[in-house]
T-cell receptor
């Protein structure tokens, strides 16, 4: 079964602790994305990556960090510098859009709900 | 100019009725307009998408209507069913090169279809 897995589904942390969210895909997609979802605010882009060892900040990157050491994996670290880390985090991937005639579709994982108290 | 405004915030429709969700944008460079469906506790899934070179796209009970001059697009769900109850997000993006595109999402519409 091809798809995106995110683990864990629920994560609880104390304030001041860094936490890393896992995202793995076996779709052979080049591009990967991290979004944050808050009630009434839609999805907002945190970081994205076009290729291994390359990533760019999205609209709300402050307090987050990522790495892309393998094509299949794009972990997100929520640092203690993130002021309001409690949210639903979604990972997505897409085909390399520089190829001719490909779909722009982004495929989403099931999400991780992070609660920080 | 990067915003996508979505309305209504919530919608209640009777089974068999038509659900209509609207979105508006400002950036005329947007060239891809998808609609995503999300069930509680799940990730969004692409429902249907349209490019600005067509005014309408239909897939089963789902139709996107696109008005380029008004910079608006809408999702119509015909013969709405209780299983359609979910949150719907519109989005927009423009491709500026490279492997990725940045999707700008609307704030979502919570649809409840009553039996």
């Amino acid at each position: 079964d091809g798809g995106i897995t995110q683990s864990p589904k629920y994560l609880f942390r104390k304030e001041g602790q860094n936490v890393t969210l896992s995202c793995e895909q076996n779709l052979n997609h080049d591009a990967m994305y991290w979004y944050r979802q808050d009630p009434g605010q839609g999805l907002r882009l945190i970081y994205y990556s076009q290729i291994v060892n390359d990533f760019q900040k999205g609209d709300i990157a402050e307090g987050y960090s990522v790495s892309r050491e393998k094509k299949e994996s794009f972990p997100l670290t929520v640092t203690s510098a993130q002021k309001n880390p409690t949210a639903f985090y979604l990972c997505a991937s897409s085909i390399d859009l520089s190829r001719q005639g490909v779909s722009y579709e982004q495929y989403f994982g099931p999400g991780t709900r992070l609660t920080v108290t | 100019q990067q915003q996508v405004k979505q309305s209504p915030q919530s919608l209640i429709v009777q089974k068999g009725g038509i659900s209509i969700i609207n979105c508006a944008y400002e950036n005329t460079a947007f060239d891809y307009f998808p609609w995503y469906q999300q069930f509680p506790g799940k990730g969004p899934a692409l429902l249907i998408a349209i490019r600005p070179d067509v005014s309408e796209k239909k897939e089963g009970r789902f139709t996107i209507s696109f008005n380029k001059s008004a910079k608006q697009f809408s999702l119509h769900i015909m013969d709405s069913q209780p299983g359609d109850s979910a949150t719907y997000f519109c989005a927009a993006s423009f491709y500026s090169g490279g492997a990725t595109n940045k999707l700008i999402f609307g704030t979502g519409t919570l649809l409840a279809v009553q039996p």
